[in-house]
Every structure is written in C-alpha cells, then in structure tokens.
C-alpha cells in the first residue's frame, strides 16, 4: 500500500534541512574572512622592526650586511648586526674591510660622521655632510678571534636629530689575500713578431708582509718555443712591481700564467706572428747594359713589404755575352740574355741587351794665371759624372795639378 503524502513530506523536511545546512556553511566563511581582516588589521598597528630588511650573508669568511631601508630614530641610535664569521684556531687573519653609508633626511640634517666597529674594536670612519651625504671607504682590519658583530655609530655633532634619518649602508668583511693586477698589458691588444720583445708591467698586493719577495713571483709560458719568458724585473723602490718581458720565438700562441702564494693565478694568452715577407721583383721586364760595365743585381730589384732580400740560382741564358759574378752582372760584348733568378723565393727573370762599351773619357787640360801672393777660385763642371744606377763604374780616374 502507497503513502504518497507521507513521502511527500519527507521530501519537504530534507529540502528544509538541506537548505539551513548551506546557510550555516556562508555564515562561517564570513566569520573566517572578518577574523582574517581583524588581524591583518592589528599587525599593521604593531611596531615595525626598523631594520627588517637588513641582509645578512655570512659564507666562511666573507659576509655581507646590506639594508635599504635603515632608519637612525635619533641622535643617540646605532645599528648593530650579526657577522658570525669564525675562527677556530685564532689564527692571524687580515680582514679587507668596505663601508659604504649614504643618509637622506626632509630636514637637511644628517650625521657628521659614522663609525663602524666589529666586537667593540674601531675599524673605519666615515665623514658626511649635507654636500657629501654618500661616503665609501676600505681599509683592512687583523683580528685573531672570532667576528661576532658588528656596529654602525652616528655622531651629529652638536646637533640634535630632529625627524628619523634614512640610512643605507652596506658592509662587506673578507679574509683579504695576494692579489696580482696588471698595470700594462698592451702587448695583449697586438700579436708579438717573431724576434721581438715585449712587457707587462705587475703589482701584487700581499696584506701579510712588508715586502714582496722576486723569489715567490712565477711566470710560466705553456710553450717557450713560441712565446718565451725572457726576465722578471723588480722595481728598485716600490718593490711591489716588476716587469715581465716576453720574447717572440716562432709564430703561434701560449698561455702566460702569473702566479704567487695564496693569490688567484693570473693567465694570459700571448699572439706570435712572422713578420710579412718583402716581394722581391725585378724593376722592368728588360733593361740595357754597357760592355765593360758591371752592375749590383740589387740596383735592379724593387723591394715591397719590408728591406730584407735574398738572391738565390741566379743564371744567364748566355754567360758569353752576360756573365754573372756573385750578385753582379758583368756584360761581355754585344747581344742578348735572360737572367733568371729566386728573389726571396720566388723565380723571377730579365731580359739584359748588352750594348757596346761607353766612349772613353777624354783628357783636357786647364790653364789658370795665378800671381804670386794672389787665390783665385774656379768652378769646372765635368759632364757625366752622374749616372744610372747601371753605370756604377763611372769614376774620376786621375786629376793632376801642375804648376810652372
């Protein structure tokens, strides 16, 4: 048997408590939201820690402490951070020390000075003003302990600090260690010809002695017979700095490695190029020489690219009419000939024609009327005694002076 208005009313109820089941569930939900509001609402009103962005990072012995967003409240706040640098053996160390401060304040005033100090102990001052409101130094600082912390002290003078003053700073502590620079590196901007020399200028910066032994200063080549170490040079009174020089043995490249206890080494790379070879080449395809004559093979080469000149296999297609002696052509008698030779490696050739020998020079004589007691001066121009380059056998043969 069917109840159809029992079911119905089921029905009914369930949609009824289904229904106070969802508003139950969003009255929650805003309770949640309000509560959340509330609270961010009261951490806003707490106090801010002024120094929130401050960035410590301490990674053996190094550490950075960096804030953007400082505040000095008044003239007596400092600011203090943790370093944490340690030092288990105490040993000796030599800390390079870098402070940079910079200050902005709406009523112009700032601190005169600012001291860092690490565990009490002083290491730096800065000096500020409201023209210079930015100041950086570096010092070093030895310490045989543990780092601890660290402190910046402003002192405004007599003045008081009437609003909070921004402050940015930025220190960074690290085992300071040798260091090699160098002072002039030009021969790295151009290649080293072969057969030359050239230098680098060096510093090395050691913090733990006083003077900078040559003996512990290493320069290597990775292949001196390219590139070769020719002498260390110290400078007599800043004995910090020497001067490399280096040597071109043979076209290529090697690696220069500069090297000194405990510092980075230093490596370079070195260029060795030849020189360009000189084009050796005869002046003219064919030319004309005078029996009895005889001529440099050098008065008839053009030389281009350099001065250097190497005459190798000379010959002549006909010795009996051009005979070749050394370097020198000595034409025999009329006709023609082929002289071929290696200028510089290269085979090159020139036709000679040998031409009949020069007129022999004639002899005249001169008569001057000189008084006793009396000089007298007079010019005589001698035809011919300039010449070709060919003609290099022309000379004065004889000058007699006589006298009654």
């Given at each position: 048997m069917e109840y159809p208005g029992l079911c119905s009313v089921t029905a009914g109820m369930l949609i009824k408590k289904?229904?106070?089941?969802?508003?139950?569930?969003?009255?929650?939900?805003?309770?949640?939201?309000?509560?959340?509001?509330?609270?961010?609402?009261?951490?806003?009103?707490l106090p801010q820690d002024a120094h929130a962005r401050v960035r410590v990072v301490t990674k053996g012995t190094t550490s950075t402490i960096r804030d953007t967003d400082g505040v000095i409240e008044d003239e007596s706040s400092d600011i203090n951070f943790p370093i944490n640098i340690k030092n288990a053996n105490c040993q000796k160390r030599v800390y390079a020390v870098t402070v940079r401060v910079s200050f902005y304040s709406p009523k112009g005033v700032i601190p005169k000075s600012t001291t860092f100090s690490i565990d009490g102990i002083?290491?730096?001052?800065?000096?500020?003003?409201?023209?210079?409101?930015l100041a950086y130094k570096e010092t070093f600082f030895t310490y045989d302990d543990n780092i601890e912390d660290g402190y910046l002290e402003f002192d405004f003078g007599n003045k008081?600090?009437?609003?909070?003053?921004?402050?940015?700073?930025?220190?960074?502590?690290?085992?300071?260690?040798?260091?090699?620079?160098?002072?002039?590196?030009?021969?790295?901007?151009?290649?080293?010809?072969?057969?030359?020399?050239?230098?680098?200028?060096?510093?090395?910066?050691?913090?733990?002695?006083k003077t900078i032994s040559k003996s512990k200063f290493k320069v290597t080549s990775s292949n001196s017979s390219v590139l070769k170490v020719q002498s260390i040079t110290q400078d007599s009174k800043k004995r910090s700095r020497f001067t490399v020089t280096l040597k071109g043995m043979k076209a290529g490249s090697a690696k220069i490695t500069l090297s000194y206890p405990k510092a980075a080494a230093c490596k370079l790379t070195g260029k060795v190029t030849s020189p360009s070879k000189t084009v050796a080449t005869f002046r003219a395809s064919k030319t004309t020489l005078k029996v009895g004559s005889k001529v440099s093979m050098r008065s008839l080469i053009n030389l281009k690219g350099g001065t250097s000149l190497t005459i190798k296999n000379a010959k002549s297609s006909k010795p009996s009419v051009l005979a070749i002696s050394g370097n020198y052509l000595v034409p025999k008698k009329k006709g023609a000939a082929t002289v071929t030779a290696n200028l510089n490696g290269v085979n090159r050739k020139i036709t000679i024609t040998v031409s009949a020998p020069a007129a022999k020079p004639t002899v005249k004589n001169l008569t001057l009327n000189l008084k006793p007691g009396k000089t007298m001066?007079?010019?005589?121009?001698?035809?011919?005694?300039?010449?070709?380059?060919?003609?290099?056998?022309i000379s004065v043969k004889c000058l007699k002076i006589s006298w009654k």
């Open positions: 289904g229904g106070f089941v969802m508003c139950k569930r969003k009255i929650k939900t805003i309770e949640t939201i309000f509560f959340l509001i509330l609270f961010s609402f009261i951490v806003l009103l002083n290491v730096v001052k800065l000096s500020t003003s409201n023209y210079t409101p008081e600090c009437p609003v909070p003053v921004d402050c940015d700073y930025e220190v960074t502590i690290k085992q300071a260690v040798p260091e090699i620079f160098i002072t002039n590196n030009n021969y790295l901007n151009q290649s080293i010809r072969t057969g030359k020399t050239t230098s680098i200028g060096i510093e090395i910066s050691d913090p733990y002695v001066t007079k010019t005589y121009f001698i035809q011919n005694m300039v010449q070709a380059p060919e003609k290099s056998d």
